[in-house]
């Protein structure tokens, strides 16, 4: 008897980012020794030396990757770095933002947001991977109901309060 083919793979049920790196294998690196990344797999282009497909688990979640190939978008490169920048900001829960943001910058990201206690409840900051993404890091600090965030926010964005 013959296991049926699942339309979704297991693991694979949330969305799942796909980011276009160059080169690809040093990300796959940089993100292993910064996030600690495991490499679930990758296929190089026959005869080449670029990655077609790769997969890295980040805690839970996976992450495809792929070399930039402007051949195949007429021409284009679409690295964030080639394209001067990304609008897209991959997010992450942490068990300490602080540690997670040192451990990434000591690998080569760029600090862009230090960490710092947020209105909405947790302690959050940025930083942007040698390869041009965005990565945010967050750890909760205290459960905040939506109208307790709204009013935090009023607060933290009054116009007395910028000045100061």
Request: hydrophobic share 40%; proline share 9%; net charge negative.
């Amino acid at each position: 008897m013959t296991k049926a083919t699942q339309p979704i793979p297991p693991q694979h049920e949330g969305l799942i980012p796909h980011l276009v790196c160059d080169p690809c294998a040093a990300a796959i690196e940089f993100y292993k020794q910064a996030f600690g990344a495991e490499e679930a797999h990758r296929m190089i282009e026959p005869g080449g030396q670029r990655i077609m497909h790769a997969a890295i688990r980040i805690g839970n979640s996976i992450v495809f990757l792929n070399d930039d190939f402007p051949e195949a978008c007429d021409g284009q490169s679409m690295s964030p770095k080639a394209l001067k920048g990304t609008p897209v900001t991959l997010h992450h829960y942490v068990t300490n933002c602080d540690a997670a943001i040192e451990r990434a910058q000591k690998a080569g990201a760029t600090v862009t947001m230090p960490p710092a206690d947020m209105f909405w409840g947790d302690r959050y900051g940025i930083v942007t991977d040698p390869f041009g993404h965005k990565w945010s890091f967050a750890t909760r600090l205290k459960d905040l109901t939506p109208s307790q965030m709204q009013a935090a926010m009023n607060e933290a964005c009054a116009p007395s309060h910028a000045a100061k």
